[in-house]
């Protein structure tokens, strides 16, 4: 039998001593006002055994493209809170539809939250022959799994990465995706000077440019020798002015064929890159294989791959050199851990894509805590950086380029409901 946290069974002393008047007999000063502001501002532990989901909410917002936020409502005094990216486009009724028998809602209600593998095998069983192998189904499937978590922590007063096995380490290391005002060499080389300064220690630009002049057809996948040196002289600049020591990646967003993904490659080898990212699209895996033997620039994919079996896929085959599943979309925190260790048999490092809000930030850092091959986790809001703050309750979690662990219960951030609804996509039914 599951016990109940000293903290609940201290709330619910005072709650049936207020209820009875005992306390409020006494006055509830009798026991000091410090203890009073603790009852009332305490840590709120649950009953884990009783606890069950009552309702799931969504909510869409305009961010970093959009973001699918989840609330999982209980019948106790905690809610859990999760987040999708991407994949999630038009998905409203896939969580929380109104037809009872066809979305993951059925799946949820009456459920006790602590039973999240369960719970997430479930859905992906029930989904077998709707598109539960990738995409939207699992990009939702996703922001339930992280409010599962989040729920979970919360009725046991743990931080999520200690419900995930423990942390290897305390804070957790960021690299800044970097736009630069303009293509120019200078102007890229003075924005990574900018990042650097930040106090980041890895940074990443994009090389594809559709406006390039060199470009000489726009469904062509085919690079210019005009668009490569274009590219040499752009990452020669960011490379001189950071120094050998900050680490630097490139990501090409799949936009090349294969002799073209080959030879940015073995251009790109004397600037020493963390990884070139996707430099075909992410669907042949044989073909990335044969840009990985030929380079000594390491390759890296799995934005766009889902579950731990597409990673299986990219592993079995020596495809990639570093994995960086998107931990919004790619299955959840549970899935990325499977992912990562996965990975590790191989000695393969994984460096999530990562595009959310702070709070989906906080949850993706709990799982790259918990895994001894984490490499880093992306940040790509440097230009937002104001309005992704907004986006918690909780002060800014990003100091010098690293993310602390949250200690508290939960992920230990917590979406600020009034800032989302500013960004909100208001045609979609929320959860406000
Ligand atoms: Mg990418």
Not at 141 to 153: H, K, M, V
Not at 216 to 222: K, L, R
Not at 231 to 253: F, S, T, Y
């Amino acid at each position: 039998m599951e016990s109940v946290p000293k903290e609940s069974s201290r709330r619910s002393f005072l709650k049936k001593g207020l209820a009875t008047g005992v306390v409020g007999s006494l006055g509830l000063s009798a026991f000091g006002s410090e203890l009073a502001d603790a009852v009332a501002n305490g840590p709120r532990y649950s009953n884990p055994s009783d606890l069950k989901i009552t309702d799931i909410k969504t909510a869409y917002m305009r961010g970093h493209g959009t973001h699918m936020f989840v609330k999982l409502i209980t019948n106790q005094d905690i809610v859990g809170y999760g987040e999708a990216m991407d994949a999630v486009r038009g998905t409203y009724g896939v969580a929380t539809g109104s037809i009872g028998w066809d979305n993951m809602r059925q799946f949820l209600v009456g459920k006790n939250p602590l039973d999240i593998n369960k719970i997430f095998e479930q859905i992906l069983r029930r989904g077998h022959f709707g598109g539960a192998q990738s995409g939207m189904y699992v990009a939702v499937l996703t922001g339930i799994e992280i409010a599962l978590w989040d729920l979970a922590g919360k009725a046991m007063g743990l931080p999520v990465y200690r419900l995930m096995g423990g942390k290897f380490r305390d804070k957790i290391r960021l690299y800044c995706d970097t736009a630069s005002s303009s293509e120019s060499p200078e102007d890229m080389a003075a924005a990574a000077m900018e990042v650097k300064n930040k106090g980041f220690t890895a940074i990443k630009f994009d090389i594809d440019w559709a406006g390039d002049p060199s470009k000489q057809d726009e469904f062509n996948m085919t690079a210019s020798n005009g668009e490569i040196e274009r590219m040499v002289k752009q990452v020669g600049a960011v490379r001189d002015a950071i120094g050998m020591n900050m680490d630097l990646c490139l990501d090409a967003h799949g936009r090349y064929d294969l002799p073209s993904g080959i030879q940015i490659a073995k251009e790109m080898e004397p600037f020493k890159l963390m990884w070139l990212e996707e430099p075909i699209p992410a669907e042949n895996l044989d073909s990335l294989r044969e840009i990985t033997r030929q380079t000594k620039t390491p390759i890296c994919t799995g934005e766009n791959h889902y579950l731990a079996h597409d990673f299986r896929k990219i592993l079995e085959k020596q495809a990639a050199d570093i994995v960086m599943p998107d931990l919004h979309k790619c299955g959840g925190l549970g899935e990325g851990q499977r992912i990562a260790n996965l990975a590790n048999l191989y000695y393969v490092p994984m460096a999530p894509h990562m595009v959310a809000s702070p709070f989906g930030a906080m949850a993706a850092s709990h799982c790259c805590a918990t895994v001894s091959n984490f490499l880093c986790l992306e940040w790509h809001w440097i230009s937002k950086w104001d309005q992704w703050n907004e986006l918690i309750q909780e002060d800014p979690i990003i100091k010098d380029g690293f993310i602390a662990l949250s200690d508290k219960p939960g992920v230990g951030v917590t979406p600020d409901e009034e800032a989302i609804r500013k960004y909100a996509v208001e045609e979609a039914p929320s959860f406000f």
